[in-house]
């Protein structure tokens, strides 16, 4: 397997709004990341991806960009993001941007021009149509609930928002938008930035013929992916990116891929294909959907989890490369999810750590994911900021009737400010997070849950973090060992091996509060054992051919031939 240093890396990802405010102004800057630097080097991780910092409205929390060579006005100046890069490497930290480039803001100066005329130089920057008997010019829904176009009344047409109105997707078919794209990805490489985190960049081609999309029995809208997912031009866009940008650059590339499936990804990620390093594939975070989407919010099966894992890691490991993750800003805590927040919060947190950590790929550990932080649950809609849950909300209950107790614990459980509320550094007001009333409340469980309780407590899940990443970096199996599933359908224990030359990586993972029965599978032969670390203090030297796990216990052990 060819080496590489973003195989070995361990990435952590900062949404900037909720991580540390520097400023006493309620919201997370540049200034809090810089702060806590060191922080980072203690848990050991390599890059840092940085959710969007560019100038924005918000009305997505900077995924609406409307300025990609400036600094949102919250977060600092263009000099603190200078001094945040330059500080990071000097303590060996890499930084990934975020790059957002299937859509700007309806405020960047592309689209304020593009709206004015039809012959406006910019009007191609963006995706028109004319309406259909007054109706938009197909049935496309948006992410963000309502119809994916919106009428402009200035030229009297419709243009396209994949996600919210204020979104407007950019026209990929147009030689310029890609070279402006192009130029100013250099700007940013060219000032010492790591690599781009690439937002849903597997929608940017879409299909010219813009048909109407199928429509589920429950949906007001049809879906725009057969249309716009992994699009007709997709990858002739990523090649020719990659042959004018990311080739010039020793750098690290992820794009963020939903509805991706492994021979899909394997045309995006593929040593031969000189597109990305990379892509996050969502397969796992779909688990507990049904009619309503995520919003269903069902119970999830573990031998799903485990079929859709262990096909990603045997997928991908002939000439591809996976990004493992939990957790991410879009995305339930892990421990609420998987694990069980309550009784077992340090247990299942480490074990679910374990099992991911210990599989073939780059790690991606999201804010927060280190100290356990749980799922909130506000009291009502009024205290969510998110436009998608928000918009959610009044599409299910206000239009289509869904019940509102229903509708809210699918909140609880599955909506994206379960993983913004801010980071809980300490047991003081606000978690320590700012000074002043921050722009999202904080999770009531911040006394119990915060970084400063477990920097010291060496039996901390901070610190299991820190042993996990040191393992990996220790030893070449963890990073390039082969991946195969054990025990394929034990319902309670995920359980598999990674095999390097005459090494086996033995992982062990029992997803419940039972105690059940592990029993080595006979082909797995071995003449010595090493424990290489469990989430139990208890001596775990005894014999592993047959042995009861505790709840939520996990153990990785290293074989030799
Ligand atoms: C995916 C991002 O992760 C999400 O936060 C955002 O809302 C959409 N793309 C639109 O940019």
């Known amino acids: 397997m060819n080496k590489a240093w973003w195989k070995e890396s361990v990435v952590y990802q900062i949404y900037p709004r909720s991580f540390k405010d520097s400023n006493g102004d309620g919201i997370g800057d540049l200034g809090g990341i810089i702060e806590k630097l060191d922080y980072l080097k203690e848990l050991g991780i390599d890059v840092i991806w940085l959710s969007p910092v560019y100038k924005s409205p918000n009305d997505d929390n900077g995924y609406d960009i409307s300025d990609y060579q400036d600094i949102m006005t919250e ?5 603190d993001f200078d001094k945040l890069l330059k500080k990071a490497h000097d303590k060996g930290i890499k930084i990934m941007m975020d790059l957002v480039v299937n859509h700007t803001s309806d405020e960047h100066q592309w689209f304020i021009e593009s709206r004015k005329s039809i012959d406006n130089e910019y009007r191609d920057y963006y995706l028109w149509k004319k309406g259909v008997d007054g109706q938009p010019p197909n049935n496309w829904g948006s992410c963000f609930s309502g119809s994916a176009w919106k009428y402009d009344e200035s030229t009297e047409m419709y243009f396209l928002h994949l996600f919210s109105q204020k979104q407007p997707d950019l026209n990929w078919e147009n030689k310029k938008v890609r070279n402006e794209v192009y130029d100013m990805m250099k700007w940013w490489l060219d000032k010492g930035i790591d690599g781009f985190r690439m937002d849903v960049i597997n929608l940017i081609s879409k299909d010219q013929q813009f048909p109407d999309g199928p429509k589920g029995e429950t949906s007001l809208y049809g879906d725009f992916g057969p249309y716009s997912v992994n699009g007709p031009r997709v990858h002739e866009f990523l090649n020719e990116m990659n042959r004018k940008v990311l080739s010039k650059y020793d750098i690290m590339t992820v794009g963020e891929t939903p509805g991706v499936t492994t021979e899909e990804a394997m045309k995006y990620v593929g040593n031969d294909r000189n597109e990305l390093n990379m892509v996050f594939q969502f397969e796992h975070m779909g688990l507990g959907d049904g009619p309503d989407g995520k919003w269903s919010n069902l119970s999830f099966d573990l031998n799903d989890l485990k079929r859709i894992m262990t096909k990603w890691q045997k997928g991908l490991e002939n000439g591809g490369w996976n990004s493992l993750y939990w957790n991410n800003h879009d995305q339930p805590r892990v421990v609420s999810r998987f694990g069980n927040d309550k009784k077992y919060w340090k247990q299942s947190a480490k074990m679910l750590a374990t099992c ?42 206000n239009i289509k009737g869904k019940d509102s107790a229903e509708m809210m614990a699918a909140i609880y459980g599955r909506g994206r400010d379960n993983a913004r509320t801010p980071v809980q550094w300490d047991d003081s007001e606000n978690a320590g997070f700012t000074t002043d009333t921050p722009w999202i409340k904080v999770n009531p469980n911040y006394r119990q849950i915060n970084v400063k309780s477990q920097l010291h407590d060496q039996d901390s899940i901070f610190n299991y973090y820190k042993k996990l990443i040191s393992i990996r970096k220790k030893n070449e199996i963890v990073v390039y060992g082969t991946y195969n599933l054990i025990l394929e359908d034990h319902q309670e224990i995920y359980s598999y091996t990674r095999t390097l030359g005459d090494k086996k990586l033995l992982v062990i993972c029992n997803f419940t509060e039972n ?38 216990e996990a153990r990785v052990y290293l074989l030799h031939s």
Not at 75 to 79: A, H, K, Q, S, V
Not at 536 to 544: D, N
């Open 75 to 79: 977060f600092g100046t263009m000099e």
């Open 356 to 397: 991911l950590h210990m599989m073939q790929g780059t790690p991606y550990i999201y804010q927060g994911e280190e100290i356990g932080m749980t799922n909130v649950a506000f009291e009502s809609i009024e205290e969510y900021r998110d436009i998608e849950t928000i918009n959610a909300y009044n599409e299910l209950v």
């Open 515 to 552: 105690t059940p029965v592990f029993n080595l599978p006979e082909e797995i032969k071995y003449n010595s054992k090493e424990f290489i670390v469990g989430n139990y203090t208890t001596e775990c030297a005894g014999s592993i051919e047959s042995f009861e796990l505790k709840p939520y």
